[in-house]
């Protein structure tokens, strides 16, 4: 699973992507009520899965490499 969805954002991108996720969806149900919000459900999904598909598709990644092969000396 890892392959499909590699952690490939920032625990601080994913909040982010999260709430604006949730302020986009938002203007669906509350004020304007447009359908524009409905992209809102991208950023937020990947918020919450933590695996951005463009920033595996171009090699990016905002996360710290965590799993590093040890050295040894």
Request: net charge positive; hydrophobic share 45%; charged share 10%.
């Amino acid at each position: 699973m890892s392959k499909l969805f590699p952690g490939n954002e920032h625990p601080v991108e994913r909040a982010i992507r999260v709430l604006l996720g949730l302020a986009l969806l938002a203007i669906v149900f509350v004020g304007p009520k447009t359908p524009f919000g409905w992209i809102g459900v991208l950023p937020l999904v990947t918020g919450l899965v933590g695996s951005c598909p463009a920033y595996t598709l171009f090699g990016f990644s905002t996360c710290k490499a965590s799993n590093k092969p040890a050295t040894t000396t």
